[in-house]
């Protein structure tokens, strides 16, 4: 399996605080990713990284920011959580040299927001 | 923009019964496919994926998918499904260009296999 590390693995958390996920990495994977999953909506990208500092925005970014200082390490913060991201967030890992790399998945970080 | 199409958001067949899972995709270039399976609780894991040398694509666990390009289709086949194939199966497309690629994701196939 992939070195891939999400934590926690769940969080209760207040309606109005802010909130850090962590994902960790120890394939030296340019990729990283960010994408919650909610039934009838399959996965829904949020960010993503290609790089140390390099991130860009997904299909679902409002509300959400990111952080990647090093290579192994991208951080996903809720501003100030909503129930509407009670949500299974996943992190993702690619290499990516080319488009025909497989992303590798982490067991995910169950979020419920009251 | 690509994306995929999956149709069907649950299955369910017999033990022994043919399993097929349909996906569509829409994209203007050749695309990169990928199925991934998600078991309960679990993440996701690859299960096989195209990347143009060959239209027919086996991956792990007896399944294997077979690109059409006139019919913009990748579905997944099983001839003989399993018990323990009950899960949920994504169809995701690359894209991207240079250095930006990422993965987009169908919203998936829950795939229920009865005794």
């Known amino acids: 399996d992939a070195g891939i590390t999400q934590s926690p693995r769940h969080k209760v958390t207040e309606t109005g605080t802010p909130v850090t996920l962590r994902c960790h990495q120890t394939?030296?994977?340019?990729?990283m990713y960010w994408y919650r999953q909610d039934p009838g909506h399959g996965l829904r990208l949020i960010h993503y990284?290609?790089?140390?500092?390099?991130?860009d925005k997904g299909e679902v970014s409002d509300g959400y920011s990111v952080s990647r200082s090093k290579t192994e390490d991208f951080l996903l913060t809720l501003e100030s959580a909503t129930s509407s991201q009670t949500s299974v967030y996943f992190c993702?890992?690619?290499?990516?040299?080319?488009?025909?790399?497989?992303?590798?998945f982490g067991q995910g970080t169950r979020l419920t927001v009251v | 923009a690509q994306s995929v199409t999956q149709l069907g958001s649950h299955v369910s067949v017999s033990e022994g019964a043919l399993v097929l899972l349909r996906c569509n995709y829409s994209s203007s270039v050749p695309p990169y496919l990928f199925w991934y399976v998600q078991y309960p609780n679990q993440g996701l894991q690859l299960l096989l994926k195209?990347?143009?040398?060959?239209?027919l694509v086996k991956g792990i666990n007896g399944f294997e998918a077979e690109f059409k390009k006139s019919e913009t289709s990748f579905h997944l086949t099983k001839p003989s499904a399993h018990m323990s194939d009950a899960a949920e199966y994504f169809c995701a497309v690359s894209e991207g260009g240079g250095s930006n690629y990422k993965l987009t994701f169908g919203k998936g196939t829950l795939l229920t296999v009865n005794p």
């Open positions: 195209y990347t143009s040398a060959a239209t």
């Open positions: 993702a890992i690619s290499e990516a040299e080319g488009k025909n790399t497989e992303a590798f």
């Open positions: 990284s290609y790089g140390v500092k390099d991130t």
């Open positions: 394939e030296n994977h340019r990729y």
